[in-house]
């Protein structure tokens, strides 16, 4: 009988996972959530008038994301990522129609930096370096009491990735929390670390379903 026992609120990929590690260490938990279903935002549905399947809040996940590969192994979820062999970012700028690309290389050397056709337009080498304050300072600073947050690298690629990662005003985000971002992807090999792995549907069959059965298999 397990005496130690853990409420996770929320019951997507994040609570889902947290529920995972939270069994294997020993307790006994309960999982809650708002919807009828488990996976949050990160969910896939048949609709009968398209005749295909929908992906609902689809997720991009970096290569570098060791933690989804974690518990996508712990639960089973065989089923493959689909993505580009290139560590290629688009974007747009919605206000004026603006687009470029940053074309990050392989290996851990980011010469991308040094190429004006790779980088983010119109900035200059020394700002990405500037991104190494983000590596020190305190447990509780945010991250615009480390770096500053203007310029062309903080708009067009810092901010925008930081919203998406932290979820939360990216100056305002905890620097702490950025930096682990960066060791996991940029500092470990850009082109291989930060290549994007869309999920081609979550469930079914991609991680969602895989989580259920082992969980009801942990119980017997």
């Not at 935002?41 to 994301?65: E, F, K, W």
Request: with cysteine.
């Amino acid at each position: 009988m397990k005496f130690a026992r853990a409420t996770v609120v929320g019951a997507g990929l994040a609570g889902l996972s947290a529920a995972v590690r939270l069994v294997e260490a020993g307790f006994a938990v309960r999982v809650h959530d708002a919807a009828p279903h488990a996976g949050g935002r990160c969910r896939s549905y048949h609709d009968p008038q398209l005749g295909t399947v929908i992906d609902n809040g689809n997720h991009l996940v970096l290569a570098g994301n060791d933690a989804v590969a974690r518990f996508r192994e712990t639960v089973g979820a065989t089923t493959p990522f689909a993505g580009p062999d290139r560590a290629d970012f688009a974007f747009v700028n919605l206000s004026d129609g603006q687009r470029w690309t940053i074309r990050m290389n392989d290996g851990r050397i980011p010469w991308w930096v040094f190429a004006k056709n790779r980088r983010v337009p119109g900035s200059r080498v020394s700002e990405y370096f500037r991104l190494a304050r983000l590596l020190t300072g305190g447990a509780s600073d945010t991250v615009d009491e480390r770096i500053e947050a203007a310029g062309p690298v903080w708009a067009k690629l810092i901010a925008p990735v930081l919203l998406a990662v932290l979820n939360t005003p990216p100056a305002e985000g905890s620097a702490r929390l950025t930096a682990r971002v960066l060791r996991e992807s940029m500092l470990r090999g850009a082109g291989l670390r930060c290549r994007v792995s869309p999920s081609r549907h979550w469930g079914p069959p991609l991680s969602i379903p895989p989580w259920n059965g082992w969980l009801r298999a942990i119980r017997r």
